[in-house]
Structure formats: structure tokens, C-alpha cells
């Protein structure tokens, strides 16, 4: 069974930055598309950004220019840079990958952007 551990949330004021890591651990044969999606209380669960295995990447519009998603395929990590954070970024955010052909979530770390 592959495990998805998050690191790195926490409150951080508007104009400020934060770095996400998510480390996969288990019995890994194959993995593919790892990104990041976030819920905020009261919505639905959104992507944020995902990067396949040849470092393709794909942005939400609301993200774009501010988070830079990358991965680490020796490490099986992927990161997300958030930087000029806005309160509407506040959510719990999950780290998600395609592994052993199955869909795979990590447990979820809070972002709170608030002064």
C-alpha cells in the first residue's frame, strides 16, 4: 500500500510564501501524475497543479505565476512552492499521485493565509 506523508503547512501572512513536500512510501512499482489539490471549507476539492513523470506541469488559472509544482523521481517527493499567498489560498491542502495504477491521497495539511 503506497502512503502519501505532506509537510509544510502552517499560517503565513498575505503577501507570503510557504513550500509543501510530500514524500510517497510503500511498495512502489510504478507512478506517474503526482500534484496537489486543495479544499476550502464550504467547496469542493480543486487541483492546484500536477506534474507527470517526464515533468509535464498543468497550473489552475488562480495559481498560475505564484506556485511552481516539482518532483523528485529518485526521492518519489513532490513539492509546491507557493509564494504572493492570498487568503482565498486557504485550505487544507492534498498531495495526490497515480501510483501502482491506483489513485492515491495523502492525509491533508492546513494552509491558512491571514494577517
Known amino acids: 500500500q503506497v502512503q502519501l506523508v505532506e509537510s509544510g503547512g502552517g499560517l503565513v501572512q498575505p503577501g507570503g510564501s510557504l513550500r509543501l513536500s510530500c514524500a510517497a512510501r510503500g511498495i512502489i512499482f510504478n507512478i506517474n501524475n503526482m500534484g496537489w489539490y486543495r479544499q476550502a471549507p464550504g467547496k469542493q476539492r480543486e487541483l492546484v497543479a500536477e506534474i507527470s513523470s517526464g515533468g509535464s506541469t498543468n497550473y489552475a488559472d488562480s495559481v498560475k505565476g505564484r506556485f511552481t509544482i516539482s518532483r523528485d523521481n529518485a526521492k518519489i517527493r513532490v513539492y509546491l512552492q507557493m509564494n504572493s499567498l492570498k487568503p482565498e489560498d486557504t485550505a487544507v491542502y492534498y498531495c495526490?499521485?497515480?501510483?501502482?495504477?491506483?489513485?492515491?491521497w495523502g492525509q491533508g495539511t492546513q494552509v491558512t493565509v491571514s494577517s
Open positions: 495526490y499521485a497515480e501510483a501502482n495504477r491506483r489513485d492515491c
